[in-house]
């Protein structure tokens, strides 16, 4: 018997064979399509008769009848749930806020008529208005030698209370005095020089004359110019200098010849100095031009002529040298020999780095 075949003249293979089921079984022979191509009388072929694995769909179906399934049609699992005992208080993971208060102390209270009243304190030390400052001590966010204050009216001594605002200590003192100097280059950081040449303390003349005794913090050689910070509290600036409490500075340096990019992995390992080994906490190549270039560099020692002499140990002499940053403190834009007075938020970070 001829096979039909389709529109395109291919024999439709399809036709005559058995249609599946729903149920996986094969159904009967359609008329004239029983007997077997063997001729075994319509004897089904090896296996034919057994019934076929379900497919996907129907595995599906079934486990949708029987319960929930997954995307292989197999029944979902439960997932194990952690067991919550009861009255056992759940663990925070969260990390401990930078100051804590677990004894619940209150700072001490002064008699009426002495010291002044904290919000008053906090107005004349520019954080905000009384106002506002009554808002922050609502809000939980001043501390008073390092207890929180929960209530207002406190009257504290602003020559020795410790005041802090969000972690970040206020100063309070009337005549503390903190300011940023751009150092010009050929100038001596000292206050006085015995051969009259041109120091630091020529800019601050009229401060000095005034009453004020200012400390520098740290010291830049004749040659190098750039950011001095003078205050006239000593415990800040000497801790500022002390490498114990590494606060980093950071200089530009213009240097003979043109830097290999490696050069910083070498300053970041460590070079051997006569004074012993000395090394920057980070270096950048800023520019190249001819036979010149432009670096940054990062430290926080604080030994004589230390970056000219890492440098000119590396094989680059100095040409110019000028320091832009110490701690938070940026040099600004104002020109050689001027003065600034530093920001409530800078002199706060000064604090902070140095665990005042």
């Known amino acids: 018997m001829n096979r039909s075949a389709r529109r395109d003249g291919t024999p439709d293979r399809g036709r005559g064979k058995p249609a599946r089921s729903t149920t996986g079984k094969k159904d009967a022979p359609r008329s004239g399509t029983g007997a077997s191509r063997s001729g075994t009388g319509g004897a089904p072929r090896t296996g034919a008769g057994a019934p076929k694995k379900p497919h996907r769909g129907q595995a599906a179906a079934a486990g949708a009848a029987a319960g929930a399934t997954n995307k292989r049609g197999k029944p979902k699992q439960s997932k194990p749930q952690r067991q919550q005992v009861q009255g056992t208080p759940k663990i925070s993971n969260a990390k401990p806020a930078r100051h804590q208060y677990t004894d619940g102390a209150a700072p001490k209270q002064l008699a009426a008529g002495e010291g002044v009243r904290l919000q008053k304190v906090l107005a004349q030390a520019g954080v905000a208005s009384r ?45 503390l005095v903190h300011i940023a100097l751009n150092k010009p280059r050929g100038w001596q950081s ?14 601050v003349s009229e401060r000095v004359s005034a009453g004020q005794r200012l400390f520098h913090v740290g010291r830049l050689d004749a040659d190098t110019e750039g950011l001095i910070l003078l205050t006239n509290d000593g ?11 590494e606060v980093p500075k950071t200089y530009l340096a213009t240097v003979n010849g043109v830097v290999d990019r490696s050069l910083g992995k070498k300053l970041k390992a460590g070079i051997e100095l006569e004074d012993g080994p000395a090394k920057v906490d980070a270096f950048t190549l800023l520019d190249v031009n001819g036979k010149q270039s432009l670096v940054k560099l990062v430290l926080h020692e604080g030994r004589k002529h230390i970056v000219r002499r890492l440098l000119d140990a ?43």
């Open 314 to 356: 590396a094989g680059h002499p100095v040409v110019r040298l000028v320091r832009t940053d110490i701690g938070a403190v940026a040099l600004g834009d104002g020109r050689p020999g001027t003065l600034r007075v530093l920001g409530r938020g800078e002199v706060g970070s000064l604090y902070q780095a140095v665990g005042l």
């Open 190 to 203: 000292t206050m006085s020089d015995d051969l009259g040449r041109p120091c630091i303390g020529d800019i």
């Open 131 to 175: 106002r506002a400052a009554e808002d922050l001590i609502d809000q939980g966010r001043v501390e008073v030698d390092g207890h929180i204050v929960v209530e207002q009216g406190l009257r504290v001594d602003p020559e020795n209370a410790v005041v802090r605002v969000d972690g970040v200590r206020v100063v309070v003192k009337k005549d």
């Open 235 to 245: 415990d800040l600036a000497h801790r500022l200098m002390h490498p114990s409490f």
